[in-house]
Structures are given as structure tokens and as C-alpha cells.
């Protein structure tokens, strides 16, 4: 008799290896490489797609065209539909309204397959660039940068930087607005192109550029422009990064912090897997084996910690991190599954008609913050008891802010009605909200 396979709703497997969240949509891939970055034994398998409406629908091997190891989501941001998937094996395969439509490698694209093992294309970071261009690192040949712009894809020569490029492997890709592509490498730090003028930098070494480590595992650019660098022995910052370009010189910056008065590095250390930031520029940094930690734009403060002994997630080893900026969720792949977190933090609004504060009322047993949604970017934010005496105050730095119902750190304020009031950073736009707080 034949067998009759029954699944739940649910992703293809319990171990992604990398996701990627937009509104109300969440892709997951399986495919992995080792620390050490081998890709063997290959993993054929497919992807998964989850939509709030529809719920789950997973994507096989076959229909995939057979892309082994996929490792890697980009989303178009200009049309959620077409999605574009790193093989660390295969290539790069695009995908349009959930139908895989075509495998891209070395036999119809400018991406290079490796010299001692023909038709291994190992694709890994992308993104789009403001330009609606997609990058892509192209690891182990010299055309290590690639870019897809419309149909065709050009691969970018890194000898002159690194004359062993046989030897480097690329890890995560990012973009700022002026179209600069910044990505990482396995062993000579950071990699940086500027297309405009066809000229690529590298900044590496603990002595050179302040990095703890020049295997670089991941980056994100915040809201503000800096860029966040995560590596195998801690975190780095690059302030205004395109200076690299007049400045090949420039230092890496720590984050030092006092812990009972004494000053330390954040993170030092550890191995970071991924970094993603919120709506309020707050940043969520995944570890190798210490789970992850949520900290406050700046990095000086620790917000939260989870790991598997004080939350439910299922490993301390963090894939991938990405955050659907519409809903606040924050989604974590690890190896023994997917978990999500109902955060609060959402992208800016583009006016100040949805401003809303909740929970409302703050009622005696609720300990936790006021969250204050619906912000335009950079919107000056005060709260006031009900015969104007300010409390608090705070400009936002994405589209929510937290108040933890003190007047300005000192005390709980009283029972009473308390006004919002929220001005556009321009001027141009207020809004008046209240909250009922109860003691």
C-alpha cells in the first residue's frame, strides 16, 4: 500500500540556517556551510515561506532547481515578490511570486565557479543597493563582487587588494544609501567597493583597524549609518564607514562599558553570528554560543538576554536574526529551530496619524514600559501630567519609543492622565495622545 504522509503547518525542517523577514512574511533556507566554512557533505533541500494569511508554504529541492546549500535571503525591497537566494554551491537562484524561475552560475551569468572544482559557484552575502542593483560576494576566485543589474551580472576583480584570492572566503554584504558596498571575509577583514569611482579598500589587523579578529561573520547598518561589525572575537563599530574610501587608515571603534565601575569591551570575545536592528536603532546581536542580547542604540545598555535557560529558545547558537519592522516581531533561527519575540520597536511611520500608546491603561500589577508607536523618524517626543509639568521627554530614532513611567529616571509618577505630545522633526506635524496611568 502506499504511505500517506501527514505534516502539521509548518517550515520544511526545525534547523534554518538563515531567514529574512518583511511585513507580515517570513523565508527560511537550510542549507549550512561548517565553521570553518565547507560546505560538504552538500544539503539538498528546499525553503520554506510563511505568509500571515496563507500560513506556510514550503518550496522542495526539485522545484528550487536543485540549488544545493542555499544559505542566503534577499528580498527585493521594491517588490516583496522576487526573492533572491545565495548557494554556496549552486549559485544564485531567483524566485518570483514563490516559483523559482531561474538558477544563475557560471554557465549563464558573470559569476566565476571555482578553478579546481568547476561548476562550485559559492555565493553568500547580498543586497540591493539604492539603485535597485543586487550584489552579490562571489567566494575563493578573483571576481570576488558581483553585481546583477537587470538581467545581467558583472563580476568585480579584488586582486589588486588581495592577490591570494583563492584563499578568501566572503561572508555578509550591506549597502548604505550612496550605493557603497561594505562585506565581509574569513581572514582579511573587512572588504569595502565604491562603484562610482571603481575603487576597492580593505580594513584589517588589531594593530591597523582596531578588529579583534578579521573573520568577519556578519554587519548591519543602522538606522544612523554606522556600521556594526560582528566577528569570531567581538564586536567592532565604523563610524561614517565610507571615509574608508579617502581614509583606508581609519580605526575600528569598541564599545566599552562599566561593569561595577570597572571599564570593559562589549562582547569581547565572543563569536557573533548575526546583528539586526529595530525600528528604534536598538540592536539584536546573535552569538555562537551564548544566545543572544538586545542592546540600546548606542550599545551602553543591555535591554535584554535570552538564552535557553531563561527563555524558550531552543539553542544558544544563533543562525540568523531578522525583524519584521511593521509588527515588532523579532524572528531567531538557531539549529534546533525557529522562535520569534513580540518586540515593540517598528520602522518610522511616514506621518504622525497612527501615534498610539499602549498598554492604556497602565494598570497597578503592569511593570514593564509604555510603548509609544506610529513615530515619524526623529520625532521630539513629551509627556506631560495634566497641568503641563513635563516628565519625559525623547527623540525618536525609528518609528516607536519606551517610557518606563518615570519622570525622567527619578521616581514612578502618580496615578493621573498624562499628554503625548509629538511634533515631526520638521515642524510640520503634531499629534496629542493620552495614557490613563493607575497605581
Known sequence: ????????????????????????????????????????????????????????????????????????????????????????????????????????????????????????????????????NLWVTNTLVENALARKSGNDITGFSIKEIIPDFDEVIYTELVTDRQGNVYFGSNSMGLLAYNPRIDMFVKIAGEEEANLPSDDIRTLALDNSGTLWIGTTAGLRLLYGPAQVFENPEIQTNAIVILENDIPVELLNEQSIQSIAVDGSNNKWVGTLSNGVFYFSSNGQETLLQFNTSNSPLPSNTINSISIDNESGEVYFATPQGLVSYSGSAVAAAENLKAVRAFPNPVRPQYTGPVTIDGLTERANVKITDITGNLVYEEVSEGGSIQW?????????????VYMILVTSSDASETKVAKIMIIR
Not at 520554506?48 to 542555499?70: C, D, R, V
Not at 518606563?404 to 493621573?416: I, N, Q
Open 404 to 416: 518606563d513611567t518615570t519622570a525622567f529616571g527619578r521616581h514612578k509618577v502618580a496615578s493621573g
Open 1 to 132: 500500500k502506499p504511505i500517506l504522509q501527514i505534516l502539521p503547518d509548518g517550515p520544511l525542517r526545525n534547523d534554518p540556517f538563515s531567514i529574512e523577514a518583511v511585513p507580515n512574511e517570513l523565508w527560511a533556507v537550510y542549507g549550512d556551510y561548517s565553521n570553518s566554512f565547507n560546505p560538504y557533505p552538500l544539503k539538498r533541500r528546499g525553503l520554506s515561506h510563511f505568509q500571515q494569511e496563507t500560513g506556510w508554504n514550503n518550496i522542495s529541492y526539485p522545484e528550487a532547481l536543485n540549488a544545493n546549500n542555499m544559505v542566503n535571503i534577499t528580498i527585493n525591497p521594491e517588490n516583496t515578490e522576487q526573492v533572491f537566494i545565495s548557494s554556496f554551491n549552486s549559485g544564485l537562484l531567483e524566485i518570483n511570486e514563490e516559483i523559482p524561475t531561474q538558477l544563475f552560475d557560471e554557465t549563464n551569468s558573470g559569476l566565476s565557479d571555482l578553478p579546481v572544482n568547476p561548476t562550485d559557484v559559492r555565493i553568500n552575502g547580498a543586497a540591493f543597493d539604492p539603485n535597485g
